[in-house]
């Protein structure tokens, strides 16, 4: 069974430009979660999908990061426009159900701002 | 103060000892306990996980968990080299929080 996969693997921009993220969660896995984990750091949650819904998006900076998931399966993090900051490990996981399942994390893009 | 928090480190333990490694959470309602793995590079990797009080155990890891206190471990028994890795506490209430990690380092 094939596990989450994400691409690009690494990614390097100017700041202003944009950048897009995307996740294949296993299959079968209702749950779709993006973390962003600067170095030393623990992952922090961005934003959890429950099938294509939405249902905690309360970290994610709003004015230059957006998300989606269609059809409740791949899910896009896009980042516009990029600051020096966002310099980071971008994990997308994912998990058969809300709660109470363990997730299971992509590689991960390393995205660097210059 | 963090919901989930982790001593930094780094744990330095010599090869064959017992590592422990501890982790407290502040939401009473959290329900799921995880420890993830992860090595330099690579993306956290599941190794155990607990949701009822008391001890369990998987090979050489035991993980341990106490809501009462708000409190979980993982307890690495006859460290080796390869355990060398920063060890992610997760606690799951609704979502997946993390701490910030411990590195561990285990000396040949």
């Known amino acids: 069974e094939a596990g989450v996969v994400q691409s690009p693997r690494y990614k390097i921009i100017e700041k202003k430009q944009p950048v897009a993220f995307w996740c294949n969660p296993i299959s079968g896995h209702n749950t779709l979660y993006w973390y962003r984990q600067n170095l030393g750091q623990g992952p922090e949650l961005l934003i959890r999908y429950e099938n294509e819904e939405a249902v905690d998006d309360s970290q994610l900076p709003k004015d230059r990061f957006s998300a989606e998931r269609l059809k409740g399966v791949d899910s896009t993090l896009k980042i516009q426009p990029a600051e020096l900051g966002d310099s980071a490990v971008y994990l997308c996981?994912?998990?058969?159900?809300?709660?109470?399942?363990?997730?299971?994390f992509g590689q991960g893009t390393r995205l660097t701002v210059v | 103060q963090k919901e989930v928090e982790q001593n930094s480190g780094p744990l330095s333990v010599p090869e064959g000892a017992i590592a422990s490694l501890n982790c407290t959470y502040s939401d009473r309602g959290s329900q799921s306990f995880f420890w993830y793995r992860q090595y330099s590079g690579k993306s956290p990797e599941l190794i155990m996980f607990?949701?009822?009080?008391g001890d369990k155990e998987d090979g050489r890891f035991t993980a341990q968990l106490n809501k009462a206190s708000q409190y979980v471990s993982l307890l690495i028994r006859d460290s080796q080299p390869s355990d060398s890795a920063t060890y992610l506490c997760a606690v799951e209430g609704g979502k997946l929080i993390f701490g910030q990690g411990t590195e561990l380092s285990v000396k040949p």
């Open positions: 607990i949701y009822s009080n």
């Open positions: 996981a994912s998990s058969q159900r809300g709660g109470n399942t363990e997730a299971f």
